[in-house]
């Protein structure tokens, strides 16, 4: 830490007109003995611009461009950047390069400006990771930055607003005046007026850090483990395709065709981190499974959604052969997973987001099997597709951050290490140095903390030079900073990169690992870290769900999503007891479901909930192939008869434990069978026939439902609703009796008429006229005929009119239209 007394090369006083920092020093850092050679300085540094060999670069052509957006204000106008810093560790006798931009952001062109190298305010390093941020946190020039050199200094020419000029100083580094190893500010500051401001002043400062090593450290090497993440949004779908007796994976996208070539992200990662050792690899099991897939034929859904929830035929998807860049990712990463040192560690299948989870579908009962399943399916994925030993207990909720309800969510899950963000955990003040990563949390479980310090160093945006020097320097120097704080006390480090790392981000971060190893860390795996031992005084309480990030819970998925996946998870169950060959549609759908949770879709949530609705909407298309087909009025004509229904099955294999039951909403007017067991060949239906009782005539609303059979019942689709029209339950038998009363009364006036035409004789043949009485028997005893109507037979078994076995019998009463009213065997149904 830097004291005034300390400060060497300031005079006393302070010139008039000139800012002064907040200890009293000129806030531009420069020496008032300096002063008068300024001006020389600043010539000196104009004329070796253009010399041969030139301490100062300027671009070719000497161009200049434009400048990028940069925060500027009216006393400190320019904006410096350090791009790079070469080397980015410092050794005695060395030389240090600089390079980057300087940018006149203020309203007024530059005048007489030069950019130059600080001199450290002190020749002591900065010893505290509370002094790196200090630093870190500054925004203008100040006294504390240390003192300008008069070598190298770039002199700029006049600078317009808005333009920016890039530079190049090269300083040697016992010009520095390091003393000792550790680390050191590195400021770079600009000095000069402003057209509308003559004043001679500092005009704007950048700065970063500086490690300096003379070798021979005693130090213990912290042990770190860094977390190398390959994930990526699901792209499998749940839809599977046929190819010439071939069942071909379907895929939503073809992103990962660009993102597994040379130059993707995926492909840069795997490249990449194949370069280092001591890495703990995490891999979403869903990758390996679609990158897998993509080795051999396949179809991708066409754009605009509808495919999503149909069947993938040759209308709604697209066919690709073989994707080349697929098979070599997979064998360069199986390369790259099985080198000494290094681990992989499984996530659940397709990292589902136990945050959301926890908080907002922990009481449904279907979320604890789909994490089962995944916990499970992602371990055998890994190691199948990988061949290489895994492990599969370890949680990491969205951006490590934890709460006491995720690490219950993730304790039944089976999880026993918990990958944690130091945001979630800090330690407390009274804690000055860096503990181990390792904190006990109760319940058998274990949380291995990441420093939030050096983690947030590559959780932002790094596209931009600046921004990525200034995260390897501060990377540097906050690990030898940890590392000598307590240089004979070793400890354990997590560093925890985005989930979704981008190619700059991994190879900033390989390139800080590989300055360090070997010289202040020293990586391990995950499991290596874990088996520390752990810090009596770190922090080790799980915090309670109202102090869980509210910008992470407002990317949730929310509780309707998961309910819905639930619901997606107790209707795959029943589409499961009723097909005969389950495995067509179990593994992919299960897997599907689990995708819908994923934890990618929290920066994606518009394709998130596109696929979640189209897993919904294929199961439930899946689910109707099996159904009563539709059926609006339905005539019962008697008393009694039979209802006709039939069940289709579109499916390509049988279904079977399956019931089908008839209910009607008015049984006390008609009243039907019971439920009838089934069996549905493929792509065939079946016609069911229940006896039926009406009462009453009129219409009944009568449903047909399907049920699963066995323990615990279920209604299998949706309800089929139609109606019975109900006739002649009554009025039949009224016929009956009416037409038998009207023979009588006709017979009675013809028997009166005879009579009183006749007399009340005999007639002549001796035969009782019609009406008349009883006829004489035959030989027999069946009746014999009357003069005028011939006898008459039923028709045999034939039906050709002979007898049966018999005498000739007489016709049975018909009712007047002609129906057979003592059957009652009118049948309904289509």
Not at 267 to 289: A, M, R
Not at 670 to 684: C, N, T, W, Y
């Amino acid at each position: 830490m830097s004291e005034p007394a300390r400060h060497s090369g300031l005079g006393a006083h302070r010139q008039p007109g000139r800012a002064s920092g907040p200890d009293g020093r000129p806030a531009d850092g420069r020496s008032p003995g300096r002063l008068a050679r300024r001006f020389a300085a600043a010539c000196a540094a104009a004329l070796t611009l253009f010399t041969a060999a030139p301490a100062v670069a300027l671009p070719a052509g000497g161009n200049i461009r434009p400048a990028a957006d940069a925060a500027a204000t009216a006393e400190y106008p320019v904006v410096l950047t350090i791009e790079t810093v070469t080397p980015q560790l410092a050794v005695p006798n060395g030389t240090v390069s600089i390079t980057g931009h300087v940018t006149n952001s203020g309203k007024s062109a530059l005048k007489g400006a030069h950019a130059a190298v600080r001199k450290p305010v002190s020749n002591k390093p900065l010893q505290r990771r509370s002094e790196l941020q200090g630093v870190a946190s500054r925004t203008t020039p100040r006294g504390d930055d240390g003192t300008e050199l008069d070598s190298p200094q770039y002199a700029l020419p006049e600078l317009k607003p808005g333009q920016s000029l890039p530079y190049t100083l090269s300083v040697a580094v016992s010009d520095l005046g390091l003393s000792e190893s550790g680390v050191y500010e590195l400021a770079v500051d600009a000095w000069g007026s402003t057209a509308d401001n003559p004043r001679d002043r500092p005009l704007g400062i950048a700065r970063t850090f500086l490690p300096f090593s003379q070798g021979g450290t005693e130090a213990q090497p912290t042990k770190v483990t860094t977390l190398w993440p390959l994930v990526h949004a699901p792209v499998l779908a749940a839809q599977t395709a046929a190819d010439n007796d071939q069942t071909l994976p379907v895929l939503r996208d073809d992103s990962l065709a660009t993102e597994f070539a040379p130059g993707g992200r995926l492909y840069e990662l795997v490249d990449t981190g194949s370069k280092l050792t001591g890495l703990t690899w995490v891999i979403d099991p869903d990758l390996l499974d679609a990158a897998f897939a993509m080795t051999g034929k396949y179809r991708v859904q066409k754009p605009g959604g509808e495919a999503a929830g149909k069947p993938a035929k040759e209308d709604n998807t697209v066919s690709h052969d073989a994707s080349p860049a697929a098979e070599a990712w997979l064998n360069k990463l199986r390369a790259a997973v099985a080198k000494s040192g290094n681990q992989v560690i499984a996530l659940p299948y397709a990292d589902p987001d136990l945050a959301s989870i926890a908080h907002n579908g922990a009481d449904l009962t279907g979320m604890g099997t789909a994490l089962d399943k995944a916990a499970t399916a992602g371990r055998l994925t890994v190691e199948g597709r990988l061949s290489v030993d895994t492990r599969s207990d370890v949680a990491w909720p969205y951006q490590g951050y934890l709460d006491q309800q995720i690490a219950g969510i993730a304790r039944q899950a089976g999880s026993s290490l918990v990958l944690v963000n130091g945001a979630s955990m800090p330690d407390p003040d009274s804690v000055n140095y860096t503990p181990t990563a390792v904190r006990p949390i109760g319940n058998g479980q274990s949380a291995v903390v990441a420093d939030d310090t050096v983690s947030s160093l590559f959780q932002k945006d790094l596209s931009a030079p600046k921004d990525q020097t200034d995260a390897t320097q501060r990377f540097l120097a906050e690990t030898f900073t940890i590392t000598h704080e307590q240089p004979q006390n070793q400890r354990g480090l997590l560093v925890m990169p985005p989930r979704e790392m981008t190619a700059v981000t991994a190879k900033v971060l390989a390139g800080a690992l590989q300055t360090a190893t070997d010289k202040w860390l020293a990586p391990v795996k995950l499991d290596a870290l874990a088996q520390s031992a752990p810090d009596p005084k770190a922090n080790t309480a799980v915090p309670s769900s109202a102090d869980y990030p509210t910008q992470a819970r407002a990317t949730e998925l929310p509780a309707d999503a998961l309910s819905g996946t639930d619901t997606i998870q107790r209707n795959l169950d029943t589409l499961m007891r009723v097909l005969t060959l389950p495995q067509r549609v179990r593994g992919p759908f299960s897997a599907a479901m689990v995708r819908s949770l994923s934890t990618e879709w929290r920066s994606q949530a518009p394709a998130g909930q596109d696929y979640r609705q189209g897993v919904g909407q294929y199961l439930t298309e899946l689910t109707n192939a099996v159904q009563v087909p539709k059926k609006k009025v339905v005539t019962l004509a008697g008393d009694t008869g039979q209802l006709q229904v039939s069940v289709r099955n579109d499916l390509t294999q049988t279904v079977t434990n399956l019931k089908l039951r008839l209910s009607s909403n008015q049984p006390n007017r008609l009243r039907v069978g019971k439920e009838e067991d089934l069996v549905l060949p493929a792509s065939q239906s079946v016609t069911l026939r229940f006896n039926a009782e009406a009462r009453n005539n009129g219409p009944v609303t009568m449903i047909a439902q399907l049920y699963t059979t066995g323990p615990d019942p279920r209604p299998y689709g949706a309800p089929q609703v139609f109606t019975v029209e109900v006739t002649s339950v009554t009025n039949g038998v009224l016929y009956v009796f009416a037409g038998a009363a009207v023979l009588l009364v006709l017979a009675a006036l013809r028997f009166v008429r005879q009579r009183k035409r006749r007399g009340g004789q005999p007639h002549e043949d001796g035969d009782q006229p019609i009406g008349d009485g009883p006829a004489a028997d035959g030989p027999d005893g069946a009746a014999g005929a009357g003069p005028e109507e011939p006898e008459a037979t039923e028709p045999g078994p034939a039906g050709d009119g002979s007898t049966a076995g018999g005498p000739a019998r007489k016709p049975r009463a018909s009712s007047p239209d002609g129906r057979d009213r003592t059957t009652g065997d009118e049948k309904v149904g289509p």
